[in-house]
Every structure is written in C-alpha cells, then in structure tokens.
C-alpha cells in the first residue's frame, strides 16, 4: 500500500521526536528548543509530533 503525503509527514516528526526525546534522556539537550527556542512555536511542535505518533500508532493498527 502507498504511503500519503500524511503519512510520511508523521513519520519524520516522530523520528524527531524520537531523537529528541533520546537526547533529553541522554542529557544533551532540547533539539527542538535549540533550533526554534521556546514559545509557541515549540509548543505548536510538541503538539504535531503528540498528533503525529497517534497517527503512526492508527497506521500500526491498520495494517
């Protein structure tokens, strides 16, 4: 089955999310805060990667 534009989308912000969680664990650092800063747009961002892991779990299940 083809993957949408959506689905490749949600796919990359949960590698980033990913990354970045294991670096926080690691102790290195905030990725996302280090790029963008803090505010509302790193809030925007948590926020499409929490959307973009309950769509990957959706397409988990699907299949």
């Known amino acids: ?5 959506i ?3 949600a796919l ?3 590698i980033i999310g990913a990354i ?5 664990g ?3 650092g905030n990725v996302v805060e280090a790029i963008i800063g803090t505010g509302v747009v790193t809030t925007i961002v948590y926020i499409l990667v ?3 892991g309950l769509w990957t779990i ?3 299940a699907k299949k």
């Open 12 to 14: 990359i912000l949960v």
């Open 58 to 60: 959706y397409l988990a």
């Open 1 to 5: 089955m083809a993957k949408s534009v």
């Open 50 to 52: 929490g959307v973009a």
């Open 20 to 24: 970045n969680w294991g670096l926080i």
């Open 7 to 9: 689905d490749v989308i």
């Open 26 to 28: 690691l102790n290195l």
